[in-house]
């Protein structure tokens, strides 16, 4: 699976749009975008995937680059809940592998 | 649906001692896994497993050791723990539908100190 690049964190003031970034230059035409976030002391849960098309869900919507080397998730009213540690994830056809990297640490503010 | 559930929630561990974390999923799944994860850093995968009867390593398997013997469980065992081992140890399941559509349900977590 290729990797990604995203930054190390970002600030959000509360009920406000954020996007957070995601690069995958080296993405192959098979492999799915994953975001998933981690809440401070649980574990990661899903947020939303995508191949190509743009994707929406009750967590949030995912915006793919047309030549698919990025992503947005967009969350579209940040709340406190939403502060949590967000990860980009390509998935291919084999390998059994998430690499999560670092993530984006997204802290919201009231 | 209780979906993941680990134990212990933590657990203190002389070094050199043999501690088997316990991972329980009740969604059927087929593929299991077990991955740790330190401080400041992401998840790494240590093992896996695809379906009952089947393991694998990850990239970082050494010094730990997995069984499936039935689709529910999968214990992660330090077979001699040492302080490098300390960490927050997360199992997580999928329904291994397809590879590129697999979303992974994860565990709560086990921190785990070895002094």
């Known amino acids: 699976d290729a990797k990604t690049t995203q930054p190390n964190s970002m600030e959000s003031n509360e009920e406000e749009p954020v996007h957070l970034p995601c690069n995958h230059s080296t993405i192959s035409g098979t492999d799915y975008i994953h975001w998933y976030r981690q809440l401070p002391s649980q574990g990661p849960e899903y947020v939303i995937h995508g191949l190509t098309s743009n994707v929406n869900n009750r967590m949030a919507s995912l915006a793919i680059a047309e030549d698919r080397k990025s992503s947005t998730l967009i969350l579209h009213r940040a709340t406190l809940r939403d502060a949590a540690v967000y990860y980009c994830?390509?998935?291919?056809?084999?390998?059994?592998?998430?690499?999560f990297g670092t993530g984006t640490s997204l802290t919201v503010i009231p | 649906i209780a979906g993941i559930t680990q134990a212990p929630t933590s657990q203190i561990l002389a070094a050199g001692r043999r501690m088997t974390l316990r991972c329980t999923q009740d969604?059927?799944?087929?593929?299991m896994y077990w991955y740790r994860q330190d401080l400041g850093l992401g998840l790494r995968l240590i093992h896996y497993s695809n379906t009952a009867g089947t393991t694998g390593k990850g990239e970082v398997p050494d010094g730990y050791s997995v069984s499936r013997a039935n689709t529910d469980d999968f214990p992660l065992t330090l077979a001699s723990a040492v302080p490098s081992q300390t960490s927050v140890y997360f199992c997580a399941s999928s329904d291994g539908a397809g590879r590129g559509v697999d979303t992974q349900y994860f565990g709560p977590g086990t921190r785990l100190t070895v002094l």
């Open positions: 994830i390509l998935r291919g056809l084999t390998g059994n592998q998430f690499y």
């Open positions: 969604m059927r799944h087929n593929a």
